[in-house]
């Protein structure tokens, strides 16, 4: 539980995880408390989505979509790793969530079930920081590597001022009544890692890896050298011939005895 982030602690803490962050236009005061009659915060989690379209900062920051004003979500961030701020406010991007879901990130537990509406709902708008990720959401569109680190640094960013762990970290699909599926798709690679598939897990297992470090870390993009095998001393050496040499005096008796 936590008071949202003002508009210059999100810029405060964004650029000190490495993040290179731009501001939309009449974002610091852009939001849909007033208009919906609803507060946004305490904030509990920081929910995570693909925009299932390219080029869709205006969308996001200003001009929404039918039936869903904007903004559509805290932060935009495109395939060029650039965050661009979009709102401090109450945001449309998270819908209804699943009580058992939501709780499960609440209390930042290990395992996140799938979300039932059986268990009640909550208005995700209320309680989550939300991040629209520029993809087209269809399985194959890849995540550059540099827009991957960033995503990861934003979530870095949000749970190391708040002070909560990588599990308040969770996907729109993991949380969502209505059956989204976002986010999805091959990422192109991170730290020494190749290509891989998007998931929840593997997500949160790298915002937690950065929470170890301090906010200026960056992860390894090489494999570390192997460490050389030690060449033998002289007598090592020595030791070894003079075996090879007996074992072959061996042999050679043994010839000759037959």
């Not at 869903?68 to 969530?97: F, I, Q, W």
């Not at 170890?212 to 060449?231: E, I, V």
Request: hydrophobic share 35%; with cysteine; glycine share 10%.
């Amino acid at each position: 539980m936590a008071p949202p982030l003002t508009p210059d602690q999100w810029l405060k803490i964004l650029k000190a995880e490495g993040v290179s962050v731009s501001e939309y236009p009449g974002w610091r005061t852009r939001e849909r408390d007033d208009e919906t009659g609803k507060t946004f915060g305490p904030v509990h989690m920081f929910l995570n989505h693909h925009t299932a379209g390219l080029s869709a900062r205006d969308t996001v920051a200003k001009n929404g979509v039918a039936g869903l004003p904007a903004p559509l979500a805290h932060v935009y961030l495109a395939k060029s790793g650039v965050a661009t701020m979009c709102s401090a406010g109450r945001a449309n991007h998270a819908g209804l969530m699943a009580a058992n879901a939501y709780t499960s990130f609440l209390d930042e537990k290990t395992t996140h079930p799938a979300p039932a509406k059986s268990s009640g709902t909550i208005d995700g708008n209320d309680v989550a920081y939300g991040v629209e990720t520029e993809n087209l959401g269809d399985g194959k569109d890849v995540y550059p590597r540099g827009q991957y680190d960033a995503w990861v640094r934003i979530n870095a960013a949000v749970c190391r001022h708040h002070g909560w762990s990588a599990e308040s970290c969770g996907l729109h699909k993991e949380t969502s009544v209505e059956g989204k599926v976002d986010p999805r798709g091959p990422v192109e690679g991170y730290g020494t890692r190749g290509r891989f598939e998007f998931s929840g897990k593997q997500f949160r297992a790298d915002v937690a890896e950065r929470l170890k470090h301090a906010a200026s870390w960056s992860p390894p993009t090489s494999s570390p050298a192997p460490t050389p095998t030690p060449k033998p001393t002289t007598e090592q050496r020595l030791s070894a011939l003079e075996k090879t040499v007996a074992k072959q005096g061996k042999r050679i008796a043994a010839l000759e005895s037959k």
